[in-house]
């Protein structure tokens, strides 16, 4: 532990911000986190849209969580969390193309968004100089001469009652729409520009009580969406005997918490072996909607000017589409390079913390990019090579359906733990020509 610093201050208490908490906490004497939900409880929180659909830790979520909280995965299993083997356990279709099941020496966890922000929140809390403060929201930021932020004014939800809070970094994990733009136009700063690629994506989930092994030895069934059917499905195992099974669509295709249309929509979509076993399932609850119109970069990185003594994490920095399940490990990916930059003190921190950042989010950016860009709904700046890209993963994904490497390489892609270029090496670049030649 390296506290030569006194306070930080981290604004939000959702995934990113508890990450956040984590690393800060190795340099800082004191770190206090600011979230407006006073509540505290283990369910499904307003703030956070998705705690009621599936969640999963990507190939590289588990290991960078088992870094910031040693055996914090293995922890989840113990809380109910179900185990599942990567490709072996998973039944994950690509533009209709089934991904050949193999065998890839990875295991990872399936379970729901309350329980694994309350055992990640509950190792934040046992920090020594981490302090929580519930139903607290941040107002302003407090300046010295308009030019570095030296703490923030917090107020009390739903009361008058105000208090500044001196620190030395200010943090604002509070989400896309949080308060960093608002406040660099408030101080004179520029904004950062934006890319955005309108996806137009609608969810609905729902609970299905069923044992664990209800497919045999699958855990999780993925049908992707695909052009001419911009319609995905998702039926994931969790904790307490359960699987959430979601549907989404782009643009018009969206689904909604109407019944009939969930079930038309699972119809069309579930693969037969699915079909015979939901009849077996005991629906528990409503079916819950999301709707998420589009992913944005805001590009920090690019900016000659910036307050000292303040960052922007999590998705107000970088927001992909949800479907992809990439958000935790982008925001557990942001505090590691937080870690590593703090190394070098605060002082001009806020430069070298977006360009290093920006550089390691940028391969989820680009994997929902070349995913969403062929679909209905998905619209916006065309970005150089997307289209190529694009059209390259589909050829993968039909050489993926009975070459086991070629398989095991996009299912590593996915989970994030290798870059989008991996996928372009010559051997894979081959089987596409070879594979690929009837793809459109």
């Not at 998973?90 to 968004?113: A, D, F, W």
């Amino acid at each position: 532990m390296t506290t030569s610093q006194d306070h930080a201050v981290v604004l939000g208490a959702g995934m990113s911000g508890l990450f956040t908490a984590r690393v800060l906490a190795d340099h800082f004497r004191r770190v206090t986190v600011v979230e407006r939900d006073a509540s505290g409880t283990d369910g499904p929180r307003r703030g956070i849209p998705q705690g009621r659909h599936p969640h999963g830790l990507l190939l590289k979520a588990s290991d960078l969580f088992d870094s910031l909280f040693p055996g914090i995965v293995a922890e989840c299993a113990e809380h109910g969390a179900v185990r599942a083997n990567v490709l072996t356990q998973h039944r994950v279709y690509i533009y209709g193309h089934q991904l050949k099941q193999t065998e890839i020496g990875r295991e990872t966890v399936l379970l729901s968004r309350p329980l694994l922000e309350h055992r990640v929140a509950e190792r934040v809390r046992a920090l020594p100089n981490v302090s929580v403060r519930r139903g607290w929201e941040a107002m302003d930021p407090v300046t010295a001469a308009g030019r570095r932020v030296t703490g923030v004014t917090v107020g009390r939800s739903g009361a008058s009652e105000r208090e500044d809070l001196p620190a030395d970094l200010v943090v604002d994990a509070t989400g896309r729409s949080g308060r960093a733009q608002a406040w660099l136009r408030a101080l004179g700063y520029p904004e950062p520009a934006e890319q955005r690629m309108h996806v137009a994506v609608s969810y609905a989930t729902r609970l299905y009580d069923l044992p664990p092994d209800a497919l045999g030895n699958d855990r999780l069934v993925s049908v992707g969406a695909e052009p001419g059917r911009p319609l995905g499905l998702a039926f994931v195992a969790r904790e307490n005997g359960q699987w959430s099974l979601t549907v989404y669509g782009y643009g018009p295709d969206r689904p909604t918490g109407d019944p009939e249309r969930f079930a038309a929509i699972v119809e069309q979509l579930a693969p037969e072996y699915l079909l015979k076993v939901l009849p077996r399932a005991t629906g528990v609850g409503d079916i819950h909607v999301m709707q998420y119109p589009a992913q944005v970069r805001r590009r920090y990185d690019s900016l000659d000017r910036f307050p000292e003594g303040f960052l922007v994490t999590g998705d107000a920095m970088c927001s992909v589409n949800p479907i992809y399940g990439s958000g935790m490990t982008s925001a557990a990916t942001q505090a590691r390079v937080l870690d590593e930059q703090l190394r070098g003190g605060v002082q001009g921190l806020w430069r070298r913390y977006f360009r290093a950042a920006t550089r390691a989010t940028a391969p989820a950016w680009w994997f929902a990019t070349l995913g969403d860009a062929p679909l209905t709904g998905a619209s916006g700046p065309r970005l150089p090579g997307v289209s190529l890209g694009a059209a390259y993963l589909r050829r993968l994904a039909r050489v993926a359906e009975s070459d086991a490497e070629t398989s095991a390489a996009l299912m590593r892609v996915a989970g994030m733990d290798r870059p989008p270029a991996s996928l372009f090496r010559p051997r894979f670049l081959a089987r596409a020509v070879r594979g690929g030649r009837t793809a459109p």
